[in-house]
């Protein structure tokens, strides 16, 4: 399949990419599930996700998926005082819109790395808000 | 031989075309209108004379200097002996005649041919982009400096003698120089290196300062030729470069002509620019970028789809990453397609890369897409981009403002209510809450939402009731008030059912946010809804009919209580009939409170109330509920005053609490105003029920055993979700009330009967001896 590839990734001050990189693709085993799950809503605005509970990592991740089952990823460390959901869905409308707005340029093939400046700007932003 | 050599004859002519077009006597500056009357003149087509006017730059400089206008009419000769119109033109059609004027006179046109020797540079190959002919670049220097030189304005006019040969010396350099010109001159913004103009530009820099002198050219001589105007485009983006390259690439077939003039264009417009915003287009560059666009999509208003404008800027050869970052720029609306301003910023931005500037971070001011209609950024967002838009159907940002206008046009409520909705569907987790949930969204009005915090679980569920409940004892007031003006508000925008099933059901749902399961699931048996009902009846109603049917009422709502189900009419038929009885007994066993107090107390304060409340909310709606349901209302109405009066006395206090219980009744009685009729109905038979219970308290323990024996019977309301669960709720509270209070009468019944037992016992105690004895 080789579908599952990353459009893109970031992380946070910790920088553990590879980390990260591994923990979002286990999730999205998960988020897959859910996806075949739902069968009314096929798209789930927000998907809280937080059954990836490690003792040791203590972190939540959570799923987001469009209507093109693109999928959002995101890990914030539980240590965070647990962003309230309104602030995660929010996020995810946010990187959402942003994903259209790099989708509707035209120099953008859907499948490629994620190279907008814009882009990266407004997840930045994010990030740092967050954390 | 410089750009622009004018024979004596033509000098000496176009001195006094400027001099007569020069009505301010400004000596530099050419009033346009003047000048687009002689122009006119000039029998030439409109658009020959804008590219006239382009090429000179007068359109990017915005007026007609001395150069500018000296060109313009050198071109316009050149356009009327047939030629066509290029820069280089300027100088290399030997023998042009003068241009001719209808209105003015055109003698030395065969001088004017004569000057035009030198420069044979048959330029003609921009097409090649980058080497301009070195004739050209000659000229070009000239043109630099006179660029130079042209900022300058009023520094012109001095040396005469010097320029000329100043450009000359860096013929070789010229085709790069040009280019490079245009940025050296004004200091260039960045010495950037031009595709293969770098070299050339350190030479060419050296020739600018010799040419510096080129200044005096201005004023004196023949106006430099436009080329270096457009050559020196000092600060801009060297656009001109990046024309050329641009229009070999993108427009194969592009004449020389367009090649050339595009990038006299751009020149001058650097060198205009060179003054302003490194980013600003200047109107050449504009014109040019409105010409490419029309070769794309020949309505000026309408917009460039993703896919052509994908093609047209990928044939500039920057890097697909570059394009995709200038697209994102560009695309202000993002909405997948460019319109004129946007692709006119985007091309600058092209233009701009080209010759080495790098993008900026944010769209630079002057190439914001507002210059051009508003309209058409709103067209374009209404036309969700057709090309851009491959994925995410469901969020296309564009269609989000579109439709957002739109909602907010509409709809303003339901605007807000779809935010509710939204919010609300998020966080209700089950569908048929949705339907539940809608009335209450809608209403979640702003105003009403405001009083009575939106985002209430429709899950019918207990906690939710009893929060409602609390909410609706905390706020019942206002919540009622917003309810009834919800409820009417809403009825229309409300998707719900039937309308008085909607006005209930909002008032209710606004009450009972949580919840819709009406009192059924309210785990004690919810007193009758007194409140609902009441909130709902006018003040007017309530008073009518507690003064006239308090007692009956009382009795009404005892019997009424079995009839729960039926809750329409028939519930409210006999609910009149409950209420009064029973609040006839109420009365009466008020006796020792003043009943008479009691009812007319809360008809007072109802009354009170309900005007206050009525008058602050929308009355009307009460008034139009009540009248509809007048019995039930007034039932409901009287009921409720007396069972919320009588609920708060028990709650306040112990005993008299007439005076309170009236107010409290008159505050619950306020909030059951709020809910519709329908709802009304039901609380009717709830209040009914609950009047009973809250009399009963009152009255005592026969009372009371009556009381709680219709409490239980008290309805599952059900249908009405919010209304029902609110008024379940506030029942639930109210017999709480009248729970306790019993409680503490039947303690002090029982302390006294002990008392009686413990005198009882004394005085046998006491008779015994005597039997004993």
Known sequence: ???????????????????????VHTSLDVVDEKISAMGKALVDQRELYLGLLYPTEDYKVYGYVTNSKVKFVMVVDSSNTALRDNEIRSMFRKLHNSYTDVMC?????????????????????????VC | MEGLTL???????????????DIESTKKVVVNGRVLELFRAAQLPNDVVLQIMELCGATRLGYFGRSQFYIALKLVAVAQSGFPLRVESINTVKDLPLPRFVASKNEQESRHAASYSSDSENQGSYSGVIPPPPGRGQVKKGSVTHDTVQPRTSADAQEPASPVVSPQQSPPTSPHTWRKHSRHPSGGNSERP????????????????????????????????????????ADTPPTSTLLTMHPASVQDQTTVRTVASATTAIEIRRQSSSYDDPWKITDEQRQYYVNQFKTIQPDLNGFIPGSAAKEFFTKSKLPILELSHIWELSDFDKDGALTLDEFCAAFHLVVARKNGYDLPEKLPESLMPKLIDLEDSADVGDQPGEVGYSGSPAEAPPSKSPSMPSLNQTWPELNQSSEQWETFSERSSSSQTLTQFDSNIAPADPDTAIVHPVPIRMTPSKIHMQEMELKRTGSGNSVLDTLNLRSDGYSSSDSFTSDPEQIGSNVTRQRSHSGTSPDNTAPPPPPPRPQPSHSRSSSLDMNRTFTVTTGQQQAGVVAHPPAVPPRPQPSQAPGPAVHRPVDADGLMTHTSTSPQQIPEQPNFADFSQFEVFAASNVNEEQDDEAEKHPEVLTVEKASDPASSLRVAKTDSKTEEKTAASAPANVSKGTTPLAPPPKPVRRRLKSEDELRPEVDEHTQKTGVLAAVLASQPSIPRSIGKDKKAIQASIRRNKETNTVLARLNSELQQQLKDVLEERISLEVQLEQLRPFSHL
């Open chain 2, 7 to 21: 024979s004596d004859a033509e000098q000496k002519y176009y001195s006094d075309l400027f001099s007569y077009c």
């Open chain 1, 105 to 129: 340029n035209p120099f953008y093939n859907p499948g490629d790395r994620i190279q907008s400046r814009a882009f990266d700007n407004m997840v930045t932003s994010m990030m740092i808000q």
């Open chain 2, 194 to 233: 031009l595709a293969g103009s770098g070299p050339f530009w350190s030479p060419f820099g050296e020739a600018q300062s010799g040419s510096s002198a080129g200044d005096a050219v201005w004023s004196g001589h023949s106006p430099p030729p436009p080329q270096e105007n457009w050559v020196s485009f």
């Open chain 1, 1 to 23: 399949m080789a579908k599952n590839y990353p459009l893109y990734i970031r992380s946070t001050p910790t920088e553990n990419e590879l980390k990260f990189h591994y923990m």
